[in-house]
């Protein structure tokens, strides 16, 4: 069985490619502690300057795996590789690309608020259907995304479930360019060799200034995840998990 998460280094940027296709890359705990893994160790490495999250042209990532999230609503808490996940979305010192092929759903929405530079093909879609489970954003997007689009957009997407296409997501200012399926990882290959090649220092600092929220977007999951917990026991989120079950039946 191919791994679910594979990493690479080119020069220097580090490739984080979900690679679960049969699944449309829905993460799992392995994965997002393989994901983190890959993360925290491109913090401590001077020979990696950007990093790239990559799913493939067809899709990015269906958001959290719908078996694993289940589970974790019976047990009434987030898991905690899922945190860490987060936490290192929040915490990361790299410049983070992210080339989104076709599906983004739900965290593979809302992992793209913490990227630097986005390219999306030209069949993307990102949707996040959060309350349709009766449940709400998460990875801080509910301080990101009207930081980045602004409350109207934010509110649609976030809270109404509607759907964005690339050019749509590009107009809300959460993806850079929007290119052909075929080229996506290859722009975002691009976009990361060019950051990469500028000075190291220069641009950590540059982001730092222009990220200056960070300990609030800190405090934003917190909050997040504690309302999470709440709303995954409640009576709403119980019906909502029961109808959407006898669905998949």
Sequence with gaps: MADPVLVSDDGAVRVIRFNRPEKKNALTQPMYAAITRALREAQTSDAIRCVVLTGGQNVFSAGADIGEFLES???????E????????????QKPLVAAVGGLAVGIGVTMLFHC???VAA?????TTPFLKLALIPEAGSSLL????????RAFSMLVMGRPL???QA???????EVVDAAEVEAAALKAAKEIAALPAGAVAVSRRLMRGHAEAVDRQIDAEVAEFKDRLTSD???SAFTAFLSRRK
């Design 116 to 118: 630097d530079y986005v």
């Design 236 to 238: 709403e989120a119980r």
């Design 81 to 92: 590789h899922t945190t860490d996940f987060l936490k290192i979305l929040a915490h990361n």
């Design 165 to 167: 296409s690339a050019e």
């Design 145 to 152: 995304a009207p930081m980045r689009m602004g409350y109207a």
């Design 122 to 126: 030209s069949n993307a879609t990102f």
């Design 170 to 176: 590009k107009e809300a200012g959460f993806v850079n």
């Design 73 to 79: 609503a019976e047990s009434g808490g987030l898991r």
